[in-house]
């Protein structure tokens, strides 16, 4: 089974922190992501990665920035929060694999005060 | 442009009845990909299944079932016999053979389902 592992359930942090939100998977998938989520907007998409040291600009990636160094571990960075961003955050991998499904981890809540 | 419409943004049943979940979808390419996930509270999106543009046959796995008709752009999602455990947000998506990295989601259907 695929394992994809947010390091935090649940966050808070004051506004103008640099925040980093960390995922990591365990089966070794070239392709990672950042979503966020909000009532009534679904599933945004902020960064993916296809692979290390590479990364795409989603639908929102204004605010934030990533960091593949490692082909397992992909973080999402806050350069400096705002209230925003306080939203839930899900990060997903896949095998790069035609149109494979992409398997989520179980989210980090981030309140932004 | 590629879009995932899902109409019904909560819907409530008693246990046992039967219940679908409607997803349309809008795309120009002749291949591709639909996927629908649960969400139940703890968070985590659990894949359910995934269906290529190639095989309208319907799916059936236990209790869910699937209905895909390129004919009216649909694939919906009938749980039977529904159980307290099925509530949960459900996503309908779209991915694009031309752009596989990228998964288009509908805003998710919450079911609630009543003892």
């Given at each position: 089974?695929?394992?994809?592992?947010?390091?935090?359930?649940?966050?808070?942090?004051?506004?103008?922190?640099?925040?980093?939100?960390?995922?990591?998977?365990?089966?070794?998938?070239?392709?990672?992501?950042?979503?966020?989520?909000?009532?009534?907007?679904?599933?945004?998409?902020?960064?993916?990665?296809?692979?290390?040291?590479?990364?795409?600009?989603?639908?929102?990636?204004?605010?934030?920035?990533?960091?593949?160094?490692?082909?397992?571990?992909?973080?999402?960075?806050?350069?400096?929060?705002?209230?925003?961003?306080?939203?839930?955050?899900?990060?997903?991998?896949?095998?790069?694999?035609f149109n494979?499904?992409?398997?989520?981890?179980?989210?980090?809540?981030?309140?932004?005060? | 442009?590629q879009?995932v419409?899902?109409?019904?943004?909560?819907?409530?049943?008693?246990?046992?009845?039967?219940?679908?979940?409607?997803c349309?979808y809008e795309t120009r390419d002749t291949t591709y990909y639909l996927f629908?996930?649960?969400?139940?509270?703890?968070?985590?999106?659990?894949?359910?299944?995934r269906r290529n543009s190639f095989d309208e046959q319907?799916?059936?796995?236990?209790?869910?079932?699937w209905?895909f008709q390129k004919s009216t752009s649909s694939f919906?999602?009938?749980?039977?016999?529904?159980?307290?455990?099925?509530?949960?947000?459900?996503?309908?998506a779209l991915s694009e053979a031309n752009?596989d990295?990228?998964?288009?989601?509908?805003?998710?259907?919450?079911?609630?389902?009543?003892?």
């Amino acid at each position: 089974d695929v394992k994809v592992t947010q390091s935090s359930r649940y966050l808070v942090k004051r506004t103008g922190e640099k925040v980093f939100l960390e995922c990591v998977q365990d089966m070794d998938h070239e392709n990672m992501f950042w979503y966020r989520q909000d009532p009534g907007l679904g599933l945004r998409l902020i960064y993916f990665s296809y692979d290390v040291k590479m990364k795409e600009k989603g639908d929102i990636p204004e605010g934030y920035s990533v960091s593949r160094e490692k082909k397992e571990r992909f973080s999402l960075i806050l350069e400096s929060a705002s209230t925003n961003q306080t939203s839930m955050y899900l990060c997903a991998s896949r095998v790069q694999v035609f149109n494979q499904p992409q398997h989520f981890g179980d989210g980090t809540r981030l309140s932004i005060l | 442009a590629q879009k995932v419409t899902q109409a019904q943004t909560e819907i409530s049943v008693v246990e046992k009845e039967d219940v679908t979940l409607d997803c349309v979808y809008e795309t120009r390419d002749t291949t591709y990909y639909l996927f629908w996930y649960k969400q139940p509270p703890s968070g985590e999106l659990v894949f359910l299944i995934r269906r290529n543009s190639f095989d309208e046959q319907n799916e059936i796995s236990g209790r869910y079932s699937w209905n895909f008709q390129k004919s009216t752009s649909s694939f919906n999602f009938t749980i039977t016999a529904s159980q307290v455990v099925d509530s949960a947000v459900y996503f309908c998506a779209l991915s694009e053979a031309n752009r596989d990295d990228k998964i288009i989601f509908g805003k998710g259907t919450r079911l609630h389902i009543l003892p």
